[in-house]
């Protein structure tokens, strides 16, 4: 199982950017598919989720900015991030669970500048 992140870079505060994260093997259709983040000195956390009814759950922080989604066709997770704040800064990291198993991808970088 792989999980390729992608979509990170240099954005001006009040900005957008689209993550994506695609998954290879067979586990994206019944799987939980979530964006963690990790900032610099910070432990990561989870950024937003979506199971694979399509119910969905965010960290307060980004409610009404972010929006994750998901397209089954294409094995594919995206996380919609507007109106972008430096401490949004971090490194992006795509995450599937699947039964009592997690897989992780590699991160992007999102920097935002101020």
């Known amino acids: 199982v792989q999980l390729q992140a992608s979509g990170g870079g240099l954005v001006q505060a009040g900005g957008s950017l689209r993550l994506s994260c695609v998954a290879s093997?067979?586990?994206?259709?019944?799987?939980?598919m979530g964006w963690y983040r990790q900032a610099p000195g910070k432990e990561r956390e989870l950024v937003a989720a979506?199971?694979?009814?399509?119910?969905?759950n965010y960290a307060n922080s980004v409610k009404g900015r972010f929006t994750i989604s998901r397209i089954y066709a294409k094995n594919a997770v995206y996380l919609q991030m507007n109106s972008l704040k430096p401490e949004d800064t971090a490194v992006y990291y795509c995450?599937?669970?699947?039964?009592?198993?997690?897989?992780w991808g590699q991160g992007t970088l999102v920097t935002v500048s101020s």
């Open positions: 995450r599937a669970d699947r039964g009592y198993r997690a897989y």
């Open positions: 093997g067979n586990i994206f259709s019944d799987a939980t």
């Open positions: 979506i199971n694979s009814g399509g119910s969905t």
